[in-house]
């Protein structure tokens, strides 16, 4: 488990914690590592789980899809988030998402579950760990809010402004990256490729904003300007 310690001290999980802690808490939770191939499940929907993940290596995509092959994308994390941990700190909880590799990764598995009974070795940051857990908790909340305000816009073209708007202001920058790829941002904001694609080529002409790719930058200009280009 030393080799992950560079990406587990970036942790939220961990934070606060030395190196000899981490260690200490892998052992203490029975944190175990596999390798998972790009486009494969790590949880899916209709099981239940202890076990919360937490991506040392590669990025992972957390969705709902239905039987047709619909997918909703909820949220994408990076080497050092977490997933899962939702439904694995609540015994017996049916999962309504699945988790999918979005290239080749290293998973850390964590037993939830050994967070939330007395420590059997007593360990006097099983404490600061627990706050942690909540702060992660906590965060994810904020994402999936993120999401909900999106997505309640009422047109494909305020989704895109919505969201676009609030990575500029998590970047503190009027350019930045997103991380998701056009189909990708399709499915996250709950929107047609087609439809969006067509609303990111007008914006681009009426001068609000300039693309390449999955870099975005924003050009600033008043409310008028986008009611009378709407």
């Not at 969705?63 to 909703?72: A, K, M, S, T, V």
């Not at 998402?97 to 037993?111: H, K, M, P, Y």
């Not at 202001?169 to 189909?183: G, V, Y």
Request: aromatic share 6%.
């Amino acid at each position: 488990m030393e080799k992950y310690l560079p990406i587990l001290r970036s942790s939220p999980f961990f934070k606060g914690l030395n190196d000899n802690e981490i260690l200490s808490i892998l052992h203490c939770v029975n944190a175990t590592v596999i390798s998972k191939e790009r486009d494969s499940y790590i949880f899916r929907a209709g099981d239940s789980t202890e076990l919360m993940g937490l991506a040392a290596s590669g990025c992972v995509l957390v969705i709902q899809e239905d039987l047709w092959g619909h997918r909703n994308i909820l949220s994408k994390c990076h080497a050092g988030d977490f997933f899962g941990e939702p439904y694995a700190a609540r015994p017996g909880a049916v999962l309504n998402i699945s988790v999918v590799a979005d290239e080749d990764c290293e998973i850390i598995f964590l037993n939830v579950q050994r967070l939330l009974v007395t420590c059997p070795t007593a360990c006097e940051h099983h404490q600061k760990l627990i706050r942690n857990l909540v702060s992660v908790l906590a965060n994810k909340i904020l994402i999936l809010n993120d999401k909900i305000t999106h997505v309640g816009k009422r047109t494909t073209r305020d989704k895109l402004l919505s969201y676009l708007s609030a990575e500029s202001i998590r970047h503190s920058s009027l350019s930045f990256d997103i991380p998701f790829d056009r189909q990708q941002l399709a499915d996250y904001l709950c929107i047609d490729r087609a439809a969006m694609s067509t609303e990111i080529s007008k914006l681009q002409k009426e001068g609000f904003i300039k693309t390449n790719r999955n870099h975005f930058e924003l050009i600033a200009c008043n409310d008028t300007d986008l009611q009378t280009n709407k």
